[in-house]
């Protein structure tokens, strides 16, 4: 069996932890792990198979002799370092937003298009938003058998797709909110005990905020701009029209869309399910009387897709309903299913 020698850059981080995690449950063949993370960590034990590993900084040598880096970090520590590693001679797997649309990186969903990592030009290959993962995973069967010709989603997003400090505002204000459940029923009364945190600039706990990233072309947000080109990137067709809108939910970990999809033919409900029933990484829940939610969806690797139903305003539109783990397959999972690919080329 051929053995990696690996890197994790951002390992103390969500998806950090989980991609360890999962670099173990999956027994991926590791001859070297070594781990990076922030100054602040240096020297840290981290659990892994059985026993520790150390954390590291980044320095010069840190990637020597290393065959595949991942890295999971803020897009201008990313730009700097992964091309840092493909110089020292390693395949990088990034996480961040950095390279996604770069023409010469390929933008991979392990499920959906994994021989475009055949192709790396500049030796990285990313994942994309883990929105547009979960999304993608499913929306491609049906693309691939009726191409799709446009999109209608909107977005349920998990507070932990902020990242720790988004699960702490949450944690935060929800404990401010025991307890005071009788007094919730009169209108306004959650504004008079939480006060919007650092994160979002108003209360996420008991609430909804239509607005996640930040606002820039045409009102859009970055987030919303992201699931529109990555999913096309992904799904290899530059011509399907996207409208999308991002919400952040009052919910710790997983992301759900409701997802209206036009075809250039007709797609019945029937088609549909067959479709997701046999595709790669989707679980189909009870058709159109399903409803899966992100609760069901946290720990596990597939993305669950139900509430699907024939548009009746438009012949041969279905809609559909989409949930999965952010963490999991939005991100540590899709990347470590990236290094496998990578190991077996």
């Known amino acids: 069996m051929i053995r990696a020698r690996i890197g994790v850059i951002g390992a103390t981080g969500l998806v950090g932890t989980e991609m360890l995690l999962l670099l173990e449950q999956r027994g991926f063949p590791i001859e070297e792990l070594r781990v990076f993370a922030s100054p602040r960590s240096e020297g840290r034990e981290l659990a892994f198979a059985g026993g520790e590993v150390i954390c590291e900084v980044l320095r010069d040598g840190s990637f020597d002799g290393l065959d595949i880096v991942v890295v999971d970090v803020a897009d201008p520590l990313a730009l700097e370092w992964a091309p840092r590693a493909v110089a020292a001679g390693a395949l990088v797997v990034d996480n961040s937003a950095a390279f996604r649309m770069d023409p010469d990186v390929p933008l991979v969903v392990a499920e959906v298009n994994p021989d475009d990592l055949h192709v790396m030009p500049r030796g990285i290959a990313s994942c994309p938003n883990c929105t547009t993962m979960v999304l993608t995973t499913a929306l491609a069967p049906l693309h691939r058998a009726a191409a799709i010709e446009r999109l209608v989603v909107s977005t349920y997003q998990s507070v932990s797709g902020a990242g720790q400090s988004g699960i702490d505002e949450l944690d935060e204000q929800w404990t401010k909110l025991a307890g005071e459940s009788a007094g919730l029923r009169r209108a306004g009364a959650i504004e008079g005990i939480i006060t919007p945190g650092e994160v979002w600039s108003k209360p996420i706990a008991g609430n909804v905020i239509p607005l996640a990233g930040s606002v820039g072309e045409g009102g859009y947000t970055s987030e919303e701009w992201k699931l529109v080109h990555e999913s096309r990137k992904i799904l290899h067709d530059p011509t399907i029209a996207v409208s999308a809108t991002c919400v952040r939910v009052p919910v710790f970990v997983g992301h759900a869309m409701s997802a209206n999809v036009q075809f250039r033919r007709p797609v019945s409900r029937g088609e549909a399910e067959d479709l997701l029933e046999a595709a790669r990484g989707v679980r189909l829940v009870d058709g159109g009387e ?19 139903r024939e548009d009746r305003s438009r012949p041969g539109a279905i809609d559909l309903w989409v949930t999965g783990d952010n963490l999991r397959k939005g991100a540590a999972l899709n990347a470590v299913q990236m290094a496998e690919l990578l190991l077996d080329r």
């Open 290 to 308: 399903g409803f899966p939610t992100p609760l069901e969806a946290a720990g596990i690797d597939p993305v669950l897709v139900g509430r699907l």
